[in-house]
């Protein structure tokens, strides 16, 4: 089905279409599975408590076709009957309507499960339309249900027949039978017939359920236009999505700059990488990566470190790998521990050197021990 600027409907309904569609109660519906299982299960329940119906029914009848003169024109004596009548005949009958209900319910939330909406059951002025109606008339929906319409009355019609002809002997027995038990034959014979006659009906529900969840399914169908429209309203437009991760950046990088006054010592690449690492004997089990950064970033970090006396170790390949194989507030890997801990070793000299002076430590950042598979060369 084209819509209006072109586009064909090729794209299955997204959850959100779907999960909208049930919040206006556009859900899958099998009115045949509902009203086939009102009607199975009410022949169960008329078999199960139809001779308790059925006998309660003769004794009513039995009883006021005994009335005295007196109970006639006695009023009270006439209700106290009447009332006493009904209250047997209550218990089987609100048992069979309850059953029916359940089978109701759930032969109707059989397909869809249960949903309630209040906007489904608003008037809607489009079903109004007499062209609306027309359209429904003539579309495939009722076409649909015209070929249903002719196979249940040609299942109800085969089965009956094969009903009566196969039951033929029973039938002619019941006018030999003694009152009252042709009458509770013939019940025995109608029920079994209501009850194979309705499960004949199955077909026309296990046809009419996939045809009720495809025509669903179609219904919601969507263009690739309303695919990325929904995929921009759910997720948010790329120019918005842009902005925000820039502004997460944006605070992520203040607080890796807030966290650098807390490091104890900076490795840099001079023209590139800048990696601040904090170790503290007490609480880390081994050196962390604090802060790190390049070009303008490891500026950043390297004027700050001055700023807080922090001392900056010029150490290129150790620089390269820490930026390379470490994240954010991660212990350094295994394989960097003896170059690193030279590093710290040496700061830990400087300290000492500016304290009491003597000979000036020196450390060769480029000769430190970087594993093969941690060295990069850029």
Same mark, same amino acid.
């Given at each position: 089905m084209a819509e209006s600027d072109g586009q064909e409907r090729t794209e299955d309904a997204t959850p959100r279409r779907l999960q909208q569609a049930r919040e206006k109660g556009q859900v899958a519906r099998s009115k045949e599975l509902a009203s086939v299982s009102v009607l199975v299960v009410g022949s169960v329940a008329l078999m199960w408590f139809g001779e308790g119906l059925a006998r309660a029914l003769f004794n009513i009848m039995g009883r006021l076709f005994e009335l005295q003169r007196e109970e006639i024109f006695d009023q009270t004596k006439l209700f106290d009957i009447a009332l006493g009548s009904?209250?047997?005949?209550?218990?089987?009958?609100?048992?069979?309507?309850?059953?029916?209900?359940?089978?109701?319910?759930?032969?109707?939330?059989?397909?869809?499960?249960?949903?309630?909406?209040?906007?489904?059951?608003?008037?809607?002025?489009? $079903?109004?339309?007499?062209l609306s109606g027309l359209k429904r008339m003539v579309g495939m929906q009722s076409w649909v249900e015209l070929i249903k319409s002719i196979l249940k009355v040609s299942l109800v019609s085969g089965v009956a027949f094969y009903l009566i002809e196969a039951a033929k002997e029973d039938l002619f027995q019941l006018s030999l039978d003694v009152f009252p038990q042709n009458i509770f034959h013939a019940l025995d014979i109608l029920l079994n017939f209501i009850l194979l006659i309705s499960c004949s009906l199955l077909v026309v529900v296990a046809i009419d359920i996939p045809f009720q969840i495809w025509q669903h399914a179609n219904q919601l169908k969507m263009t690739k236009q309303e695919v990325?429209?929904?995929? $921009?309203?759910?997720?948010?437009?790329?120019?918005? $999505?842009?902005?925000?991760?820039?502004?997460?950046?944006?605070?992520?990088?203040?607080?890796?700059?807030?966290?650098?006054?807390?490091?104890?010592?900076?490795?840099?690449?001079?023209?590139?990488?800048?990696?601040?690492?904090?170790?503290?004997?007490?609480?880390?089990?081994?050196?962390?990566v604090v802060a790190k950064g390049v070009d303008h970033m490891a500026m950043k970090i390297r004027e700050i470190a001055r700023e807080h006396d922090i001392y900056i170790v010029p150490a290129p390949p150790l620089a390269r790998a820490l930026y390379h194989s470490t994240e954010l507030e991660q212990e350094i890997p295994d394989g960097l521990f003896t170059a690193v801990a030279q590093v710290l070793a040496y700061v830990f000299q400087l300290k000492q050197y500016r304290r009491k002076g003597g000979q000036r430590p020196t450390l060769k950042g480029g000769d430190l021990p970087i594993p093969p598979d941690l060295r990069q060369d850029s």
């Open positions: 009904m209250g047997a005949l209550l218990l089987p009958l609100l048992l069979i309507l309850f059953v029916l209900f359940v089978a109701a319910l759930i032969g109707a939330a059989g397909v869809g499960g249960i949903s309630f909406s209040a906007e489904a059951a608003m008037p809607k002025l489009s $079903k109004m339309n007499p990325k429209d929904e995929y $921009k309203d759910t997720e948010g437009k790329p120019e918005v $999505k842009g902005r925000i991760r820039m502004l997460q950046r944006e605070a992520a990088q203040r607080r890796m700059m807030a966290e650098v006054p807390q490091a104890d010592v900076i490795v840099t690449n001079p023209e590139h990488f800048s990696v601040a690492l904090r170790y503290n004997q007490t609480t880390d089990k081994a050196p962390i």
